[in-house]
């Protein structure tokens, strides 16, 4: 069974620059999260889908970050203008059934120059 | 607001010791607790997933135990080996939040030779 795919692995911008990170998750799982893990710390969650619907954004700031999930299956999360604070580990995971076991990806390191 | 707290934010052992990894939450109205394992530059893998009605969850040389009423889990490792280093970080679902995970700041275990 393939896994949780994300891309880039890494990336390095400057303060100001726009990103974008991509996942797919595992075939058939309908529910996908992005995390945000600034070094140190535990996973944050930015958001939330359920299929294609938000279940829960409440700490995705929504002046600089947006994320979409069309179809229901792939996702892409979107920083502009990016900050220095932002230079973190965006994680992609997914799951089958809502609170039951998560599958992460791999991770895209963000370095926010 | 749900707090998970992990202690101790690492441990150092010789290889062959069994060890206790503690995890406390503030909130006792949980869905479930998960305990996951990360590796450096890599995403999270879910070791064990106890359901709120469950007391413990054992897999292989690993065993997680949940109090609810007092806010506790613990992981306990049997016979560590060096392959064992890694974070190993705490995450518990509300009742009411429909699959937000909630992660511990992780505890950073080095098994020595």
């Known amino acids: 069974e393939a896994g949780v795919a994300q891309s880039p692995r890494y990336k390095i911008i400057e303060k100001r620059q726009s990103v974008a990170f991509w996942c797919n998750p595992i075939?058939?799982?309908?529910?996908l999260y992005w995390y945000q893990q600034i070094l140190g710390q535990g996973p944050k969650l930015l958001i939330q889908?359920?299929?294609?619907?938000?279940?829960?954004d409440s700490q995705l700031p929504k002046d600089r970050f947006s994320a979409e999930r069309l179809k229901g299956v792939d996702s892409t999360l979107k920083i502009q203008p990016a900050k220095l604070e932002d230079s973190a580990v965006y994680l992609c995971?997914?799951?089958?059934?809502?609170?039951?076991?998560?599958?992460f990806g791999s991770g895209t390191q963000l370095s926010v120059l | 607001k749900q707090e998970v707290t992990q202690i101790p934010a690492a441990l150092s052992v010789p290889e062959g010791e069994n060890l206790v990894l503690n995890c406390s939450f503030t909130?006792?109205?949980?869905?479930?607790l998960q305990w996951f394992r990360q590796d450096p530059g890599k995403g999270l893998t879910s070791l064990l997933l106890?359901?709120?009605?469950?007391r413990e969850q054992t897999s292989g040389r690993l065993n997680a135990s949940l109090d609810k009423s007092s806010g506790r889990s613990t992981l306990y490792i049997a016979a560590s080996q060096p392959g064992d280093s890694a974070t190993y970080l705490c995450?518990?679902?509300?009742?009411?939040?429909?699959?937000?995970?909630?992660f511990g700041q992780g505890t950073i275990l080095t098994v020595h030779p």
């Open positions: 889908f359920q299929n294609n619907g938000v279940v829960d």
């Open positions: 909130d006792s109205a949980i869905y479930n």
């Open positions: 106890i359901q709120s009605s469950q």
């Open positions: 995450a518990v679902v509300g009742g009411t939040s429909y699959g937000k995970l909630t």
């Open positions: 075939s058939g799982h309908a529910t």
């Open positions: 995971a997914s799951s089958s059934m809502r609170q039951e076991k998560l599958f």
